[in-house]
């Protein structure tokens, strides 16, 4: 299963809970990134409206909350928040890949010089556990989809 | 390894590594933050500064030999690293303000004839002291580190491992949840891996123990200009015209091995800005050669600060 866009109404409910997992201020650091977001959810025209809702391989959905500051286009940054269950203890290992997918999402999806393999491969160096599980599934042939619903 | 506590004042340092780093710890206010430093023996002081991700630990084999060569040796840790406060958010890091951090504290100890020792961050930070303060100053000692706009060598600007590893998202992700540059990067970047292993990798990841502590092990690369929207172009071009009129005594130390800042690009750059400079002199080590050749880098300091001193005497 690959990393998918989803509507807010299929992946939260009352009860859950939001973990924040990663925050990035500087999402412009290279503007290609940013100009993905934008693009992905449609945030020249929606602005603060609504957060961007994904799901990962694991089943697991995700929160992503754009950040604005003053004097800087928007959005400045981004936190992505993991949605569990309200009472349950989240499965790190679980988040922790999908974070890796979602990477690589973003990687394909911005494209131009950068590149999943490179991704990957930087990720093998630094010893990353989900990305020398993603080693392991290329055997399998299973390839980050840039597209999905979108809401 | 267990987690650290803390103090009002810092980390408290289990015995393990206060075996390995025994000195007082001192803290300072500086720009509203607590900065730790270590000020050991008498004499004309030693500033000894780290970059990243290390702190004053990196020059444990320096302390010693240099305050026995009579020298007050003082070593702080940049706001950000060490048993200095980490600040939770990316905008309290900028390059001048890290040289305002130690502008604040080396006059707080009101230092004067001060020998300035820069690696990595240390470099552009320590430069833009002294430079701005050479009434205070001594001399220099420059180990693999820059100071100029633009890059001398490919290895910032290769889209792998460099530019990947600091992506939106994914700095946070690689070098903030895992630790890759505390962990693998410094691994990586030593001669002796196994030792450094064994006697010293845990005392760097221990006071970076939790994925917000290591907030500036990926804000600080991202500071690196590599092209002209770089946020410290300015500082960077100004601190290559002051190197250009520069008169202070300096000594040139890299690694043989040194694959981020290539032995053959960067000293000669340097002796471009600093025709007097000395050196360079090549011992064995990569980027953190103070971690193969601690004792031998703190004996050709002490025999380069003792011979600008008879020169001045005599």
């Known amino acids: 299963m690959n990393v998918s866009v989803c509507a807010r109404e299929a992946v939260t409910h009352n009860d859950v809970r939001r973990v924040h997992v990663l925050r990035e201020d500087r999402l412009a650091h290279y503007p290609e990134f940013r100009a993905f977001f934008v693009r992905m959810f449609a945030l020249d025209d929606l602005a603060m409206d609504s957060p961007g809702y994904l799901r990962g391989p694991s089943g697991n959905a995700y929160e992503l909350i754009f950040l604005g500051r003053s004097g800087e286009r928007f959005p400045s940054g981004l936190e992505i928040y993991a949605l569990v269950e309200a009472l349950e203890p989240m499965d790190e290992t679980a988040v922790d890949s999908d974070l890796w997918q979602i990477l690589r999402w973003m990687f394909a999806g911005v494209g131009g010089e950068w590149s999943v393999d490179t991704l990957d491969e930087t990720g093998r160096l630094y010893r990353i556990p989900a990305a020398i599980l993603v080693d392991n599934d290329e055997t399998r042939n299973s390839k980050p989809s840039t597209t999905g619903a979108t809401s | 390894m267990p987690a650290p506590s803390s103090s009002a004042e810092g980390i408290e340092l289990p015995d393990w590594l206060r075996a390995q780093w025994p000195y007082r710890p001192r803290y300072a206010r500086v720009n509203g933050y607590r900065m730790h430093y270590i000020d050991e023996g008498q004499g004309d002081p030693v500033v000894l500064l780290h970059g990243n991700p290390t702190w004053g630990y990196l020059y444990r084999e320096f302390v010693a030999p240099l305050t026995a060569a009579g020298y007050r040796v003082i070593v702080p840790d940049m706001i950000g690293f ?162 250009k009129s520069c008169t202070l005594p300096t000594l040139l130390i890299w690694g043989r091995e040194d694959d981020t800042f290539n032995p053959e690009i960067f000293p000669q750059r340097f002796k471009a800005l600093l025709p007097h400079a000395e050196g360079p002199c090549f011992v064995t080590g990569r980027h953190f050669l103070q971690e193969d050749s601690g004792p031998e880098i703190a004996a050709r300091i002490a025999e380069f600060v003792n011979g600008h001193h008879l020169r001045a005497v005599t």
């Open chain 2, 82 to 243: 060490g048993l200095s406060e980490k600040p939770s958010i990316e905008q309290a890091h900028t390059l001048d303000g890290h040289i305002a951090n130690l502008t604040a504290l080396l006059r707080s100890l009101d230092l004067k004839r001060i020998t300035l020792v820069c690696h990595d961050w240390g470099g552009p930070t320590g430069l833009g002291f002294a430079l701005s303060n050479l009434g205070r100053m001594h001399s220099l000692v420059l180990m693999s580190t820059w100071a100029w706009p633009m890059p001398s060598s490919e290895f910032h600007t290769r889209m792998f491992p460099w530019r990947t590893m600091h992506a939106p998202l994914v700095g946070p992700y690689l070098l903030g949840r895992h630790a890759a540059l505390v962990k693998r990067g410094l691994y990586l970047s030593v001669v002796d891996r196994e030792r450094f292993r064994r006697e010293a990798q845990a005392a760097y990841e221990f006071v970076l123990p939790d994925p917000a502590d290591r907030l500036l092990t990926w804000a600080w690369p991202r500071w690196i200009p590599i092209d002209n929207a770089a946020r410290a172009l300015h500082r960077f071009s100004w601190l290559e015209e002051q190197l």
